[in-house]
Structures are given as structure tokens and as C-alpha cells.
């Protein structure tokens, strides 16, 4: 088994629930790395991880950058040691409710490119180190848009989809290497995002949100290794707690359960 995680690094720390997250990990006995592209914000949200007696250490970096993503990766290694869990929280939305056929293609793209191309960015840049060093855990924030379809946010929709699937792919290559990875759906946080989204209009009026906590009390019960069986599937803040997994866990479940597949028409389907 991999041992609990005791570096970790976070991308889109300087905000929202990336931020909370990196405060939640400090507080659990995490060194942290945060890393975020406003520099400001990012040195406001150092502050709050030290705050919490953790070490830790901030640099600017936009996933979509590769080479600088790696450089930044280096710096907060040099600092902190080995990273062995990466959360991937950077992400974006569309400014704009709209089909996909009234979407703006370069607001398209950078809603992919954030979400989805800079999480594979940070995958690159960081497992590497955890498979020569036998192991390591990756959070992806995903959500139940990659799951369903949407008449809009259809970019976010595309990028979180394809995020589960780069998550599958993790899981099925990094088995062998000790590497787990799971996807984090938070539910509906109250964050500038969501507070700006027409989507949630009613939701404001209801003060309805899932809680910070409820998320960090996953990602913190993932990086102490508690969570591992549900390496490649999906679990949501708000549905699930860590006491509900492990007995779920400790049940059983089949291969497809928190997957992302194809259903079939029957047994005579010949996609089964």
C-alpha cells in the first residue's frame, strides 16, 4: 500500500475551493505547494496555508504553460521535497449560458485548455516523479457535468468528461506503479464561479451550498490512504463522506460502479 501523502501540491490555490483545499491539507499535516497565476492572491493564500502550522511554499504558474508549470514544479520541489499528492482544482467556465452552437471558439478553447489540457499539464509534470518513486495519489476536481448532458456550459461539459477519462487512464497505467487517482466532484460550492453563474440563481436566493469541509474532509481522507479502493471512480462531496466510502468499500462494488462508461442496450448488445 502507498503510504499517506505528505507533499502536496495544488494547482488553482489561490481561489475558491483550491484554495480550501490547500488549507485543509496543511491543517491535516501536509507541506503544501500552491500554485495560481494571480500573484497577489496566491501570496494572500500562502499566508493562510502557514497559518495552519504547515509548511509551505507558493509560485506563479498558469497550467496551460507546460514548461512554466514545470519549472514552478521544481522550485516548490526544491523547497518542500517529492510531491506524492496532486490536486488539480485549476478550472474555468464559460462566461455565458448559451448552445454550442452560439459559443464563443476562443472562450470555448480556453475552457478546455484550463480545465482539462492543464490538468494533463500537471500529470506531466509531476507523476513522473511518483512512479521512480513507487507511488503517489492525483485529485482531479471533476463534476456531474462530465457525466450528463447539458443544453449549456458545453466546453466545461466537454473538459470535465474528458478529465474523468484522463483520470481512467491514470488509474489503468499507474496501478502498476502504486499511482491512485480519484475524481472529486465538490457539489456546488459557493465560490466566485458559482456565485456568478445564472445556473444558480435560485441556489443564491436559498443560501443552498455544499460545504467547504465536506470537500476537504474527502481530499484529506484520500491523502491519508483511506480512500484508495475508489481509485479511477467519482465521488461527490455532500453525497458522500469518508465513513460512507469505506463501508461501501468494505461492501464491494462492481467494476462499472462510479465509472465513466457506455451503458448498454442489453445483453445482446454488442458494445457490453
Known amino acids: 500500500m502507498t503510504p499517506p501523502s505528505r507533499v502536496a501540491l495544488v494547482t488553482g490555490a489561490s481561489s475558491g475551493i483550491g484554495r480550501g483545499l490547500a488549507e485543509a491539507l496543511g491543517a491535516a499535516g501536509l507541506a503544501v505547494g500552491l500554485l495560481g497565476r494571480d500573484g497577489q492572491r496566491l501570496q494572500d493564500a500562502l499566508a493562510a496555508v502557514r497559518g495552519t502550522g504547515?509548511?509551505?511554499?507558493?509560485?506563479?504558474?498558469?497550467?496551460?504553460?507546460?514548461?512554466?508549470?514545470?519549472?514552478?514544479?521544481?522550485?516548490?520541489?526544491?523547497?518542500?521535497?517529492?510531491?506524492?499528492?496532486?490536486?488539480?482544482a485549476a478550472g474555468i467556465i464559460e462566461a455565458s449560458e448559451v448552445p454550442v452552437w452560439e459559443a464563443d471558439p476562443e472562450e470555448w478553447r480556453r475552457v478546455v485548455e484550463v480545465d482539462l489540457v492543464g490538468a494533463f499539464h500537471a500529470v506531466r509534470a509531476v507523476v513522473p516523479g511518483m512512479v521512480e518513486r513507487g507511488g503517489g495519489r492525483v485529485i482531479h476536481l471533476d463534476s456531474g457535468s462530465g457525466i450528463r448532458d447539458s443544453a449549456v456550459y458545453s466546453a466545461y461539459g466537454?473538459?470535465?468528461?474528458?478529465?474523468?477519462?484522463?483520470?481512467?487512464?491514470?488509474?489503468?497505467?499507474?496501478?502498476?506503479?502504486?499511482?491512485?487517482?480519484?475524481?472529486?466532484?465538490?457539489g456546488v460550492v459557493r465560490t466566485p464561479m458559482t456565485m456568478a453563474m445564472a445556473a444558480h440563481e435560485q441556489r443564491r436566493q436559498r443560501d443552498e451550498w455544499t460545504s467547504q469541509a465536506e470537500v476537504d474532509a474527502l481530499a484529506v481522507a484520500f491523502a491519508r490512504g483511506e480512500l484508495d479502493a475508489f481509485s479511477g471512480r467519482m465521488v461527490r462531496a455532500g453525497v458522500d463522506t469518508p465513513a460512507s466510502l469505506s463501508a461501501r468499500a468494505a461492501a464491494g462494488f462492481d467494476d462499472d460502479d462510479r465509472t465513466l462508461r457506455l451503458r448498454p442496450w442489453g445483453a445482446d448488445d454488442p458494445l457490453r
Open 54 to 88: 504547515a509548511r509551505a511554499a507558493a509560485a506563479p504558474a498558469d497550467v496551460v504553460d507546460l514548461a512554466g508549470l514545470q519549472r514552478a514544479v521544481e522550485q516548490l520541489q526544491a523547497e518542500l521535497g517529492p510531491v506524492d499528492l496532486l490536486v488539480s
Open 158 to 186: 466537454a473538459a470535465k468528461a474528458g478529465l474523468f477519462r484522463l483520470g481512467g487512464s491514470l488509474h489503468a497505467a499507474g496501478a502498476a506503479h502504486g499511482v491512485t487517482v480519484l475524481e472529486l466532484a465538490p
